[in-house]
């Protein structure tokens, strides 16, 4: 675990107070986490590609019996489609 002292101001830390309470949280350090989590859950992961998006709902759609090996196999036969 990392630990970090962190100036914020008196608002920033209703902000925090508000977050700690309306999520149950035991203290400050998890209300930051929380906010942590949702930043990078909202704006850090990679969108999907609109074409690999089409070709997982064709498989979805259709019946699909083939069995991979692994996940990069998984990943050949849909790129290769």
């Known amino acids: 675990m990392v630990q970090n002292i962190i100036d914020v101001n ?3 830390d209703r902000i925090l107070n508000i977050v700690k309470a309306q999520q ?3 203290n400050k350090s ?4 929380f906010i942590l ?5 909202s704006f ?3 969108e999907l590609r609109p074409e690999y998006l089409e070709k997982l709902r064709e498989l ?3 019946s699909f019996s083939k069995t991979f ?3 990069e ?3 050949r036969h849909i790129e290769s489609n």
């Open 10 to 12: 008196e608002r920033e």
């Open 24 to 26: 149950g949280l035991k």
């Open 30 to 33: 998890q209300a930051i986490a």
């Open 37 to 41: 989590r949702v930043y990078a859950e």
């Open 44 to 46: 850090l992961e990679p």
């Open 60 to 62: 979805e759609k259709g």
């Open 69 to 71: 090996s692994s996940i």
């Open 73 to 75: 196999e998984f990943r």
